[in-house]
Each structure stands twice: as C-alpha cells, then as structure tokens.
C-alpha cells in the first residue's frame, strides 16, 4: 500500500501551488508540481522547433526526450543536460502552449505515470488539473482550489504574466483528454476572500482528521 497522497486540483492562478507546497512543508510530505511537468515538455518542444498544435511532432519527441523529474530537497525539481529548468517554464512563450500539449493523450500518459512513481516511494502533495480524477482516483484526500475569475485574473497580472484567464479555463476544461473537472468526491476550496495561510489551515485540519 503506498504512503498518501493528497490532491489538489484547480484552475490557473486559483493559489493551489502555494497552498500545495506550503502543506506539504506543514505535514513532511514531498511537494510535487505536475504543471511544470508539462511546461517542460513545452519548453522542450518549442526549443527544438516543433510546433506544439502538431501533435504526431511532440509524440516523436517523447521517446527520447532528455528531461528527468526528481527532487530538490522536499519539492520535485526538472533535469535537462544537467541543469534545474526554472524561470524556461514560466516564460510567455510557454504560457500560450502548454495547454496544446497538456491535451496530447500520448503526453499525459508519459507524466502520470512518472507522477505515479513519486508516490511509490514516499507521501506526496500533488497539485494539478487531474490528479483528484485520474492521478490518484482513489485517493481520500482530494481538494479543489478555486477563486472567482476576477481574482484570478488580479493575481496572474501580479506576477506580470498576462495570459487570459478565461482562455486558459476555456481550453483546460474543454479538451477531451483528462478535463479540468472537480472529482465528486474532492473539498471545494474558494480561496477567493480567504488568506493563504487560512486555506493551508483549513486543508491540513481536514486531512489530519481523514488520517486519525
């Protein structure tokens, strides 16, 4: 049986990498982002010239991609050549595709099996669209981040990027491989008028009470 593994599903910008890797700080767990997962395989498209709407191209490059995923300390970390892929995966570029190839059957297979693996070997703190509904379906510990859309939107121009939000909610929700969909079973979260550290409070009660 593996150890647990607790989900946090959302939309862009609703605060569940934050919320997710600050509970997985609080429990000891390993914090494991699955967006970057996919921006690096965008990234690494884009960097070879392949269009990422051409699916049979990405397909063709996932046979010997040269990007491993392993741990920095506590927290999941992306290898290419050597070297920690960081502030490659938050650029524009990769922001306006990395819902094409996230919709690519072929590519999610591939990261969530290597999404699967980390839980083999230790607790994790997943976040991500899918990981209450196909990741870990079986998992007791499923929460959905959410905030209102103006909200979301205010956050994303913080941080200066200015993807739309509604576009990118329209084509997370909308693709036919593994939706961004609320498990029936998942706790909706609306961070809306709620602090950080509230919400990592709120999770973290509810998790502890799940294991006693």
Request: proline content about 4%.
């Amino acid at each position: 049986m593996n150890p647990p593994a607790i989900a946090i599903d959302g939309p862009a910008a609703s605060g569940k990498s934050t919320v997710a890797k600050l509970i997985a700080k609080e429990l000891g767990y390993t914090f494991i982002n699955t967006g970057a997962m996919y921006r690096a395989v965008t990234w690494y498209a884009l960097q070879q010239g392949v269009n990422p709407a051409d699916t049979a191209a990405v397909c063709g490059l996932l046979g010997d991609i040269p990007i491993s995923f392993g741990k920095d300390g506590s927290v999941s970390c992306i290898m290419y050549c050597g070297r920690m892929l960081g502030d490659e995966l938050r650029t524009a570029e990769v922001n306006a595709n990395v819902s094409a190839v996230a919709a690519i059957p072929e590519v999610r297979a591939l990261l969530v099996e290597k999404q699967r693996e980390y839980n083999t070997r230790e607790a994790v703190v997943m976040e991500g669209r899918d990981i209450g509904t196909v990741v870990f379906p079986e998992t007791p510990f499923k929460y959905f981040v959410t905030a209102s859309e103006e909200v979301r939107a205010a956050r994303r121009a913080a941080e200066g990027i200015t993807e739309s939000i509604t576009e990118r909610d329209r084509k997370d929700s909308q693709r036919s491989v593994s939706p961004l969909v609320k498990a029936e079973d998942a706790l909706l979260v609306d961070t809306s008028d709620m602090g950080i550290d509230e919400v990592v409070a709120f999770i973290v009660a509810d998790i502890n009470k799940k294991l006693s």
